[in-house]
């Protein structure tokens, strides 16, 4: 199982924004999207192993979202990722893990606290951590991203238990990270 | 200078399409803005040093789209490098490289043939190629790849000189390669 969590720290969790202004305001869930399409898409099929969380921090309204695998009926362009986000925003009620439209796309009131992430899973991005390619990953890793802004120093310490991997000097961003990881964990598969 | 191009078999390319149906009328652009994301986007800017040329095949009205990295009020989501690549087709004349906004996005009326390839620099993905990690590139690599569907049999044969390359035994979606490309060649730049 692969799992990636993106933290969305500008998304409107209430998932009022048009299809039109991703970008705008719907506070850069654009990006969001695209880490669902590095996330999950082949190019003849959708990979069944991947658990993504994204996660809008938005104080008033902390939500997250869950697609899995058997998502199977989604499509990889930003629009139609988009609108599944925002049916499961608007969906969002008081208690966790309720699916709107039955496709294995899943939302609770909760950010990253309540995702109660188990440490010795995480899996950070660092320049000064281990080479992705040699670096010793724990099984099922769980890869936290951030969006088109850093982690806070609040998130950084609640995530100070994580693996660091360096994919190099470059600041790549997330769906470009969620390609690559995949790749490395594809082709490690790949050698016996 | 690494230079893309990506081979559009079913984009319309007039350019009469709306913003809202990138996947639909429009012939699947989609595909083709998010190989320019993966093409141009690091976190805190563009690529300088690279080209991507977009080819609409359609027979009625051959044309590439040509992007370079001067071309830096590029925004990363889909509807906005759509928008950019719709205006470039439809300013297409009967003359090579116009340049209809005059920010590095220039369009011509010819597809694979007229942009006159050197057939020394071309890379295309094989998964029987060399590992793309270790493979022995070309100065200035030329990668091709094809939208959603493969290339017929006509352009396999004008690419027949092409250096293998392989990513492994998935088929990875373009924008996902492109992705791992950068990386693999920023990595060869790291090392001494």
Redesign the interface.
């Given at each position: 199982m692969r799992h990636f969590v993106i933290v969305s720290h500008t998304g409107a969790a209430d998932g009022s924004w048009s299809?039109?202004d991703?970008?705008g305001a719907a506070g850069r869930v654009?990006v969001l999207c695209?880490a669902l399409?590095?996330a999950f898409?082949?190019?003849?099929g959708i990979r069944d192993d991947v658990v993504v969380d994204l996660v809008f921090t938005d104080p008033q309204r902390p939500t997250t979202v869950r697609f899995t695998g058997a998502a199977n009926r989604l499509?990889?362009?930003?629009?139609?990722l988009a609108s599944r986000i925002q049916k499961a925003l608007r969906a969002r009620g008081e208690d966790p893990w309720f699916d709107p439209s039955e496709t294995g796309i899943d939302v609770a009131p909760f950010g990253l606290d309540g995702l109660a992430l188990d440490p010795a899973r995480l899996v950070l991005l660092d320049p000064e951590g281990e080479p992705l390619e040699s670096a010793d990953l724990p099984e099922d890793p769980v890869f936290l991203l951030s969006d088109?802004q850093p982690f806070t120093k609040e998130e950084y310490a609640a995530l100070a238990a994580a693996t660091r991997v360096s994919?190099?000097?470059?600041?790549?961003?997330g769906?470009?990270v969620v390609?690559?990881v995949?790749?490395v964990l594809?082709?490690r598969l790949?050698t016996p």
């Open positions: 299809l039109d991703l970008c654009d695209r399409n590095s898409f082949l190019s003849h499509n990889p362009d930003e629009r139609s088109h994919l190099g000097p470059h600041w790549y961003h769906n470009h390609s690559c995949h790749w594809d082709r790949q």
